[in-house]
Nanobody, 116 residues
Framework: QVQLVESGGGLVQPGGSLRLSCAASRRIFSINAMGWYRQAPGKQRELVARITSSGSTNYADSVRGRFTISRDNAKNRVYLQMNSLKPEDTAVYYC??????????WGQGTQVTVSS
């Protein structure tokens, strides 16, 4: 069973930065897209950023220009650099990987709290 493990969450002040990382416990073949989602208390899970195997990216309007997603295909890793963090970015962040064959994998989530 493949597991995705996120790291890098924590408590940060408004305006600060965090870098999230996600790694697969073993090799996943034919990954198409990798992404980050988040879920705040009382809200639905939402897409934050997504990157395809060709490097195309898309971002939620609320994070565009502040967050950057990147991936390491050889290592099955995906990253999310988060700058200029705001209190409304507070949520549990989940890593997601989707293969060409439509197998989907999720991480357990990492808490990001933006507060002074």
């Amino acid at each position: 069973q493949v597991q995705l493990v996120e790291s890098g969450g924590g408590l940060v002040q408004p305006g600060g930065s965090l870098r999230l990382s996600c790694a697969a416990s073993r090799r996943i073949f034919s990954i198409n897209a990798m992404g980050w989602y988040r879920q705040a208390p009382g809200k639905q899970r939402e897409l934050v950023a997504r990157i395809t195997s060709s490097g195309s990216t898309n971002y939620a309007d609320s994070v565009r220009g502040r967050f950057t997603i990147s991936r390491d295909n050889a290592k099955n890793r995906v990253y999310l650099q988060m700058n200029s963090l705001k209190p409304e970015d507070t949520a549990v962040y989940y890593c997601n990987m989707l293969t060409v064959g439509l197998s989907e994998f999720w991480g357990q989530g990492t808490q990001v709290t933006v507060s002074s």
